[in-house]
């Protein structure tokens, strides 16, 4: 199994802004899509945003023009900028490698890092 290592959780305030990372095997990385993952107590699995190898980009309606994901290919560093955090952004965040799309959607990889907390107080 390919180990995805995530970094860059923690607790702050509403508005303000964390940068979460993910650093993946360079075959893995180059090779397949990736996207961002996130899981509140509760509630199920959902697909926060996804990055092509050519750096195409998609995201949830509910992070749209808050969250920003990025690659750095020399780095085999994946990351996802969020601003403007609100409470419903706390939840385990989960970086995914290997995935691809189909009818336009992105499905994940079998990749997966360990997650990483977020908890936004209000």
């Known amino acids: 199994q390919v180990r995805l290592v995530e970094s860059g959780g923690g607790l702050v305030q509403a508005g303000g802004s964390l940068r979460l990372s993910c650093l993946a095997p360079?075959?893995?990385?180059?090779?397949?899509?990736m996207g961002w993952y996130r899981q509140a107590p509760g509630k199920q699995r959902e697909l926060v945003a996804d990055?092509?190898?050519?750096?195409?980009?998609n995201y949830a309606d509910s992070v749209k023009g808050r969250f920003t994901i990025s690659r750095d290919n020399a780095k085999n560093t994946m990351y996802l900028q969020m601003n403007s955090l609100k409470p419903e952004d706390t939840a385990a965040y989960y970086c995914?490698?290997?995935?691809?799309?189909?009818?336009?959607?992105?499905?994940?990889?079998?990749?997966w890092g360990q997650g990483t907390q977020v908890t936004v107080s209000s």
């Open positions: 995914n490698a290997g995935g691809v799309y189909n009818g336009g959607y992105y499905r994940s990889g079998v990749y």
């Open positions: 990055i092509s190898r050519r750096d195409n980009t």
């Open positions: 360079a075959s893995t990385f180059r090779l397949n899509a």
